[in-house]
């Protein structure tokens, strides 16, 4: 069963920055991958996905301050969050865009105002 490994979350006041990372259990080349979130109350919602050929999307909300990224020979992908504000706290999952795998535990993003 392929594994998701989310990390990089914290506690972080507000116009800070944190890098996620995700490291998958196999091979992600051919993948279109994903970041989400879930706020506490919230359904999940897509934040960026990146194509297997490294096009890039983003939510409006995070356009210019986020960026997505993967290192396919590690089998990551990557989230750059610059400009935090409280609205970004969040618990942020990897996954594929289209077809998801199971679910990782994530990792939290608290951003203090």
């Known amino acids: 069963q392929v594994q998701l490994l989310e990390s990089g979350g914290g506690l972080v006041q507000a116009g800070g920055s944190l890098r996620l990372s995700c490291t998958v259990s196999?091979?992600?080349?051919?993948?279109?991958m994903a970041w989400y979130r879930q706020a506490p109350g919230k359904q999940r919602e897509l934040v960026a996905a990146?194509?297997?050929?490294?096009?890039?999307n983003y939510a409006d909300s995070v356009k210019g301050r986020f960026t997505i990224s993967r290192d396919n020979r590690r089998n990551r992908v990557y989230l750059q969050m610059n400009n935090l504000d409280s609205e970004d706290t969040a618990v942020y999952y990897c996954n594929r865009y289209d077809t998801f795998m199971t679910w990782g535990p994530g990792t939290q993003v608290t951003v203090s105002s």
């Open positions: 990146i194509t297997n050929g490294s096009r890039t």
């Open positions: 196999e091979s992600i080349f051919r993948y279109h």
